[in-house]
């Protein structure tokens, strides 16, 4: 993420309501990604939901990142 980028999620990240929300979301989608983790058939599937829960988590940090890279 350049510093452009960062300033142009300033809003969503500003704004505790829709930053929780996302949050929210994320933790909801990873806890569906574990599920789907623990009956994945193939190293593929295993390491795609992986990938998948990894970025999720970038979504806890992002408030943090935007702010760090908008300097």
């Known amino acids: 993420m350049d ?3 960062a300033k142009s999620l300033s ?3 500003n704004n505790k309501e829709a930053l929780d929300a996302l ?3 994320a933790e909801i989608r ?5 599920t789907y983790l623990e009956t994945a058939q193939t190293w593929e ?3 795609e939901l992986q990938g998948a829960v990894k970025e999720l ?3 806890m940090t992002l ?3 935007v ?5």
Request: one cysteine or more; proline letters at 4%; charged letters at 45%.
């Open 23 to 25: 949050v929210a979301y």
């Open 63 to 65: 408030r943090d990142e």
């Open 30 to 34: 990873m806890d569906s990604c574990r």
């Open 11 to 13: 809003p969503l990240i």
């Open 67 to 71: 702010l760090k890279k908008a300097e």
């Open 3 to 5: 510093k452009k980028q």
């Open 57 to 59: 988590r970038r979504f």
């Open 45 to 47: 599937a295993v390491k």
